[in-house]
């Protein structure tokens, strides 16, 4: 059955422009596709850009169980984390700015718990984690598994304001009530805290240079952001202070192959060769188009 989606800031529904059409069939609802970062195959809903506030966002979708979908998700970028976890480090410290909040910090579908790893091992006193899928928690390092939670953030899952600083880190583009899961959010941090995600910007030039066939377009997202839409979708909930920015990734060679939109078969025999084996050990440093956003509790 399909379902009609509602711009989650403006709270229209219909209002919008289509962009793509869609091309989901049975095939597009599975653990392999929900799992985290798995080869694009560009399947994806109808997408339609608000007349209103210009938020890109999948409308219609299916009446499909996502929770349970990402709950039996697997967890596939081990050889990337290394490089996750610089980067989403240095997204936490420039949305500090400078504010000496160490105590603790919780995360949002952080798979195996990797950054509260390096979170951790930046003298946070306190982490973590809520994240739905067994698989990923199942991976997590032996002192971070007890601080991870089974679970979608809803309301409840963690103690309301018990956290400086929260975080999630490209989780926000998948869900299909942004604004529910953000309040959960924003109840768990003190008075004064921090909460900064990291998303894909749909303005950025990978996005406009490849339309529908960036990787951003996928079945997996339900809204797409801007800066502009990403802060007012904060303002929204009550968070001032409110910034964004662009950052880069820090990535192998042989996950920029598979961002590359060529074909899915040339990807897969590439970076199964002995050349993807070389690729992977290559790291660089790259603006892939992706943004962040923080705000500070009241």
């Not at 793509?20 to 798995?38: H, K, L």
């Not at 039996?72 to 976890?85: N, P, V």
């Not at 060769?273 to 923080?294: H, R």
Request: charged share 20%.
């Amino acid at each position: 059955m399909e379902i009609a989606t509602q711009c989650p800031i403006c709270e229209s529904f219909g209002n919008a422009v289509a962009l793509y059409p869609s091309n989901v069939d049975e095939t597009s609802f599975s653990t392999q596709v929900f799992s985290a970062r798995r080869l694009p195959d560009r399947r994806h809903y109808q997408w339609v850009r608000c007349n209103s506030c210009t938020l890109l966002r999948s409308d219609p979708v299916l009446d499909v169980d996502l929770e349970k979908l990402y709950v039996e998700s697997t967890f596939d970028y081990s050889t990337e984390i290394d490089g996750l976890k610089k980067t989403y480090l240095k997204l936490v410290n420039k949305a500090l700015n400078g504010k000496g909040l160490r105590n603790s910090i919780f995360e949002v579908g952080g798979g195996n718990g990797f950054f509260l790893e390096a979170a951790k091992d930046s003298q946070f006193a306190k982490v973590a984690g809520v994240e739905p899928s067994t698989e990923a928690i199942n991976a997590a390092r032996a002192d971070i598994k007890p601080h991870m939670i089974a679970s979608m953030m809803k309301s409840g899952v963690l103690e309301d304001s018990s956290f400086e600083v929260g975080a999630m880190f490209h989780t926000l583009d998948h869900l299909s009530d942004p604004v529910s899961t953000l309040k959960d959010c924003f109840a768990a941090l003190q008075s004064g805290g921090v909460f900064v995600v990291a998303i894909h910007n749909e303005r950025s030039w990978s996005a406009r240079l490849m339309k529908e066939r960036s990787p951003i377009i996928d079945v997996e997202h339900t809204h797409l952001y801007t800066l502009a839409s990403g802060e007012a979708l904060f303002r929204k909930i009550g968070f001032t202070e409110v910034r964004s920015g662009a950052y880069n990734n820090h990535y192998s060679l042989a996950y920029i192959l598979h961002l590359i939109p060529i074909s899915r078969t040339l990807r897969k025999r590439i970076l199964g060769s002995f050349l993807g084996s070389v690729l992977s050990k290559i790291k660089v440093v790259l603006p892939l188009g992706n943004m962040w956003v923080a705000g500070t509790k009241p």
